[in-house]
């Protein structure tokens, strides 16, 4: 029997996603500054004011307004119309040192001996769904205030919108779990109240705009996309609402407060899989529950490509301050393609990586400042690329860095899993 899925995402003006890329930016410039720091950086904003607070362990200091303000201006809070403005609102900030009771349990005497940040359980997953090895439904979701987003800063067409947006793709599925068909796309993005040449922006207009400009180009990302969205527009079954409450002027920070970490599902997976409940943004990789679910993500996606599965979920576990998970699971939802069950599937993923969290972030090189990228659009299901990223160091002087993101995107372990899984190459 068909069922429907259902999935979100936000765009990097939603104002828990502004709080996201603060932390990640304040993260990044203290790495950037020193491997070694540990960093626990949450971030609120709200009507024209930013507030920082955490805890910090680091060899040097950054200048943190600068930090701010040129993160909001990239995300494109740049008109006082919008009552959060980069260089206008108010920053406090309450950042102090880390606890040294949790710093005991991380810190050991030997590198590979370094405990979890804290307990907790961390969840990795993939499909074969998709190319990214993520859920369509997620994945559409983010191509859509991605590609919406583009369309905005390029300032060519759709020039009324506003940061902030939304997108939701609702999926039918058959009976063996494969797509069929969209049917449901919400969009709801802010916008000026009149277009550049005086006419009132309507959720009409704008829904024409979405037909016309938008899905067209989303549909360029892939033939899958093309065929789906054709199919989408031609179905008298389906459903595009756009704006659906009629009216999205007053959005971002000014609209509704922002919070570090509350959009943990658009971070993942979308609903599928499962989520351990710890987010990800302002923690450096000390934090178990980035590193890990980083991890388990690699060897999840890994283990799909490599043919062991259709479909895997990993947890892994920890204890504060103990190095060895408590901890390893595997499910492939019926979906694996060897000849054992999923207990064993995990044993033997157990022997093949080490996931003690010093090696999690040697293996991954998690000490790099890269995080800012993933704190939009998600963490998962991005491209592996080397970029050069700019920092200000603690005179707010500007520098370069090479980096390497989203390691855990990587397909460099599909050879040992095949050897592992007796599988032919």
């Not at 609120?44 to 680091?58: D, L, R, Y």
Request: net charge neutral; hydrophobic share 40%; aromatic share 8%.
């Amino acid at each position: 029997m068909n069922y429907l899925f259902t999935s979100e995402s936000v765009s990097e003006g939603h104002p828990d996603k502004v709080a996201d890329q603060i932390s990640d930016a304040i993260l990044d410039n203290f790495l950037a500054l020193d491997p070694s720091a540990h960093v626990a950086c949450e971030t609120m904003v709200t009507t024209g004011q930013v507030f920082v607070a955490g805890e910090v362990t680091a060899k040097k200091y950054i200048d943190l307004p600068a930090i701010i303000r040129r993160t909001i201006n990239t995300i494109g809070y740049t008109k006082a119309a919008y009552k959060f403005e980069a260089e206008s609102c108010g920053i406090l900030q309450a950042l102090h040192e880390q606890s040294a009771d949790i710093n005991m349990g991380v810190s050991r005497g030997t590198k590979m001996a370094q405990g979890a940040g804290d307990q907790g359980m961390m969840f990795g997953y993939a499909s074969s769904e998709t190319d990214n090895y993520m859920p369509l439904t997620l994945d559409l979701a983010h191509t859509l205030v991605y590609t919406l987003a583009r369309i905005r800063k390029e300032g060519k067409e759709m020039t009324y919108l506003r940061p902030d947006a939304k997108s939701q793709v609702t999926m039918e599925y058959d009976g063996k779990n494969r797509p069929v068909r969209i049917q449901t796309i919400v969009l709801s993005t802010q916008h000026d109240e009149q277009t550049a040449d005086g006419r009132k922006v309507t959720p009409e207009l704008i829904k024409q705009d979405v037909i016309a400009i938008l899905l067209p180009r989303v549909a360029k990302r892939d033939a899958r996309y093309t065929t789906l969205l054709e199919t989408f527009l031609s179905d008298e079954r389906t459903e595009l609402l756009v704006n659906p409450t009629g009216n999205f002027v007053i959005g971002g920070p000014y609209g509704d407060t922002g919070l570090t970490g509350r959009k943990i599902i658009v971070d993942t997976y979308g609903g599928r899989g499962a989520h351990g409940g710890g987010a990800f943004s302002g923690k450096d990789p000390s934090k178990v529950d980035r590193s890990a679910a980083y991890a388990a993500r690699h060897i999840a996606k890994n283990m799909v490509a490599a043919g062991v599965a259709d479909e895997v979920l990993v947890q892994v576990s920890y204890a504060i301050g103990v190095a060895k998970p408590v901890s390893l699971y595997v499910n492939t939802y019926g979906t694996a393609k060897v000849k054992m069950n999923d207990a064993e599937i995990a044993r033997r993923i157990g022997r093949l990586f080490d996931l003690r969290p010093a090696a999690i972030i040697r293996d991954l090189k998690l000490t790099q400042p890269m995080y800012e990228e993933t704190a939009r659009y998600g963490h998962m299901g991005r491209t592996n690329e080397v970029v050069t990223k700019q920092f200000i160091d603690s005179d707010g002087k500007p520098f370069t860095r090479e980096v390497e993101l989203f390691t855990w995107e990587k397909l460099d372990r599909i050879d040992d899993i095949k050897k592992a899984f007796k599988l032919q190459f």
